[in-house]
């Protein structure tokens, strides 16, 4: 098992950037893949981001391809989230999420571990 805290959010203007983190404890950290999802109000909880054990292999959504960069520090047990050139419908709470499949997922289904999310709001 593995606890995932999330930090960085907070209020960004049009075309700001922001870095959020997510540092695990627990269960050996680079054992599980890992991504990032967001929930706009009222919307569905949708896939941002996902990156493999080693940091290798990335993937993304489309609306956020060439903006957001996913990376990982194994060695310290932290997941990232670069976000540059945001947009006001980026605003959304995030969370990271782990999973012991060895391919990269991008259906929440897929995740077993949970943060409690992070705030970001893009004011235009």
């Known amino acids: 098992q593995v606890q995932l805290v999330e930090s960085g959010g907070g209020l960004v203007q049009d075309g700001g950037s922001l870095r959020l983190s997510c540092v695990a404890s627990?269960?050996?950290?680079?054992?599980?893949?890992m991504g990032w999802f967001r929930q706009a109000p009222g919307n569905k909880r949708e896939f941002v981001a996902a990156t493999s054990r080693s940091g290798s292999s990335t993937a993304y959504a489309d609306s956020v391809k060439g903006r957001f960069t996913i990376s990982r520090d194994n060695a310290k047990n932290t997941l990232y989230l670069q976000m540059n050139s945001l947009k006001p419908e980026d605003t959304a709470v995030y969370y990271c999420?782990?999973?012991?499949?060895?391919?990269?997922?991008?259906?929440?289904?897929?995740?077993?571990?949970w943060g409690q999310g992070t705030q970001v709001t893009v004011s235009s």
């Open positions: 627990g269960r050996t950290f680079s054992i599980y893949t």
């Open positions: 999420a782990a999973t012991n499949y060895q391919s990269l997922r991008r259906f929440e289904s897929d995740y077993t571990y």
